[in-house]
């Protein structure tokens, strides 16, 4: 498998990404870039700076110096923000909220892309929002995932809840319908598909199935 690889996991929150990318990115012996984690690690720097996350200017240019980077193995992505580890820091509610305002921003999306781009040029498994539109858009296999709203905040659930034991349902279905409402309303590059991507609806699927359908269709096309 060619390590120039660039394979792009665009969807919605809960729907698999995450988990898929990292089983991806560890059989192909690629790079995991999990974008959302950087929309995070610039969240928590808003937090603990004294920019306004209404100051689009002011947010983007913070974005622009910060320095992230992501390393480790694709099960146990360590974030690191100017050189500190905040892997664990940036799943705590406040940054999860601060992230979905500041990833709207123009200026931040376009700061992030910047870094991903270079960050995948060498090869990589990349998941987020915009990859298969925006950042790589000729990437060599395009996924779209999806699933059912409700199964989408149940999973996401599971994850809150290792963070916060207080989580509701009922407010993570809340944040994942507000989540997909700012992603594909945003002026700059909403969440769509890709015309070329292979949509595929993991509702009701076991994550090996959903694994087992990406692992053919790469090796189809590449």
């Given at each position: 498998m060619s390590k120039s690889l660039i394979i792009a996991i665009d969807g919605?929150?809960?729907?698999g990404k995450s988990t898929l990318g990292q089983m991806l990115a560890r059989e192909?012996?690629?790079l995991y870039i999990d974008t959302g984690s950087m929309?995070?690690?610039v969240a928590l720097a808003v937090i603990e700076s004294t920019v306004n996350?209404?100051?689009d200017v002011?947010?983007?240019s913070?974005?622009?110096r910060i320095d992230i980077d992501l390393a480790g193995d694709p099960g146990s992505l360590r974030v690191t923000l100017d050189g500190r580890d905040v892997s664990d820091r940036i799943r705590d509610e406040d940054v999860t909220q601060m992230s979905s305002i500041i990833s709207t921003i123009p200026e931040v999306r376009r700061a992030m892309v910047k870094r991903q781009r270079e960050l995948g040029k060498r090869g990589a498994v990349?998941?987020?929002r915009d990859i298969g539109t925006v950042v790589f858009p000729d990437a060599d296999v395009k996924f779209f995932l999806t699933a059912a709203l409700e199964e989408r905040a149940e999973r996401r659930l599971a994850e809150e809840r290792e963070h916060n034991p207080a989580a509701t349902y009922e407010q993570t279905l809340?944040?994942?319908?507000?989540?997909?409402r700012r992603d594909t309303t945003r002026a700059d590059s909403p969440l769509v598909a890709a015309d070329d991507a292979i949509v595929i609806d993991s509702t009701g699927q076991p994550i090996e199935q959903v694994f087992q359908r990406m692992m053919q269709e790469i090796k189809q096309r590449s």
């Open positions: 919605p929150s809960g729907a192909l012996g690629l929309y995070r690690a996350e209404t100051d002011a947010v983007g913070l974005a622009e990349m998941n987020g809340a944040d994942i319908t507000e989540r997909d």
